[in-house]
């Protein structure tokens, strides 16, 4: 039986920007980042009403299309749960379109609004940090970036198989206290569904064996070995094919791995990601801005929370 919340029953969550694949941990390995989005819900007597502030004001849609509203009511269905009207804000500081997991964010803080929403009126059918997952991962299509916003920190995730009804699991790694994140971010941006399309439908299987091993050795340098960053976040899977679509930020992690940086395009891009014990200098801070993109140091983040 579907429950009603009450007028007035507000939330307030903070949500982190996310690194997808790391290098070589396609659409497994997850990173969140110091760049937060915050969403507002409340329940009202009617209709809908949608504010943005920050990334995205005056670009995306203020209608039940919102993708948080989207994850809103979905986070409210998945519950038994039903709201007469709701009033959406929300203050964007993660850039679009840059391979930073906006629409994670926009998924996740969504649903993990409207989990809270129900929590204060009816707890007893709270969804649990699983179930959020599974939600999330279904808007993405795959985990990695989902994974990285709910619990924070670095994430390894895996589903059950490649069809549809899909099951998608995380296991979250501890990172090793050392490392700092930074990103470069560029003013172009990209679109993933068009980065997914370079990408072949076959590679050798040297290739894949490759990557395997980098995987691994990236769980090891993360949460253990930071000196092995730089092999860790070796790839032949994905930013290869994908450089000429993106060749300054190709460029720059060349550049970056050049120096002993490991770095490495985060999600489809174009952003650039680099993790290390130190920060990166003036040096590097003016080669990004030659190939267009602002060095900024955003650490490793926690999961979406109340604020």
Same mark, same amino acid.
């Given at each position: 039986m579907?429950?009603v919340?009450? /007028?007035?029953?507000?939330? @307030?969550?903070r949500?982190?920007?996310? !690194? ?11 990173l ?6 915050e ?11 949608v504010?943005v502030?920050? %990334?995205?004001?005056g %670009?995306?849609?203020?209608s039940?299309s919102?993708?948080v509203v989207?994850?809103v009511e979905?986070g409210l269905d998945?519950?038994?749960i039903?709201?007469?009207g709701l009033?959406v804000?929300?203050?964007?500081a993660i850039?679009h379109?840059r391979?930073?997991?906006?629409s ?6 969504g649903?993990?609004?409207a989990?809270e929403?129900?929590?204060g009126?009816?707890?007893e059918?709270?969804l649990?940090?699983?179930q959020l997952l599974q939600?999330a991962? #279904?808007?993405?299509?795959?985990p990695?970036?989902a994974?990285?916003?709910?619990f924070?920190?670095?994430?390894? !995730? ?6 549809p009804?899909?099951?998608?699991s995380t296991?979250?790694?501890?990172v090793h206290p050392d490392? @700092? ?14 980065a997914?399309?370079?990408l072949?439908?076959q590679?050798p ?5 490759f990557?395997?091993g ?8 993360l949460?253990q ?11 032949l899977?994905? /930013? ?7 060749? #300054? ?5 060349a ?9 490495a395009?985060?999600?489809?891009g174009?952003t650039v990601?680099?993790l290390s014990?130190? /920060? ?27 604020v």
């Open positions: 579907t429950e919340l009450p /007028q007035g029953v507000r939330s @307030r969550v949500v982190p920007a996310s !690194s997808a694949n790391l290098g070589p941990g396609f659409d497994s390995l997850g969140a980042l110091g760049i937060d989005d969403i507002e819900v409340s329940t009202t007597a009617s209709g809908l009403d504010h502030e920050g %990334e995205g004001a %670009e995306v849609s203020l039940s919102h993708l989207r994850a979905r998945a519950a038994g039903w709201a007469t009033r804000g929300c203050r964007n850039p379109s391979g930073l997991g906006s994670a964010a926009a998924v996740v803080g649903l993990v609004a989990n929403l129900v929590a009126t009816f707890p059918h709270r649990t940090d699983e939600l991962s #279904e808007f993405e299509g795959h990695d970036n994974a990285a916003c709910i924070g920190g670095a994430t390894v !995730s895996w589903s059950d198989h490649c069809g009804d899909r099951r998608y296991a979250p790694l501890a490392i @700092r994140a930074h990103v470069f971010v560029p003013t172009t941006r990209s679109s993933t569904s068009a997914r399309g370079l072949p439908e590679v299987h040297t290739a894949a064996a990557n395997a980098r995987s691994a050795l990236m769980v090891v340098a949460t070995r930071p000196d092995l960053l730089l092999e860790g976040t070796e790839d899977l994905h /930013q290869p094919y994908r450089a000429e679509a993106m060749p #300054e930020s190709a460029q720059l992690v550049a970056l791995r050049e120096r002993g940086i490991a770095a395009i985060s999600g489809a174009p990601l680099a014990t130190e /920060q990166p200098g003036a040096a590097e801070a003016g080669l990004a801005r030659g190939l267009g993109m602002a060095m900024r140091s955003v650490g490793v983040a926690r999961g979406a929370a109340r």
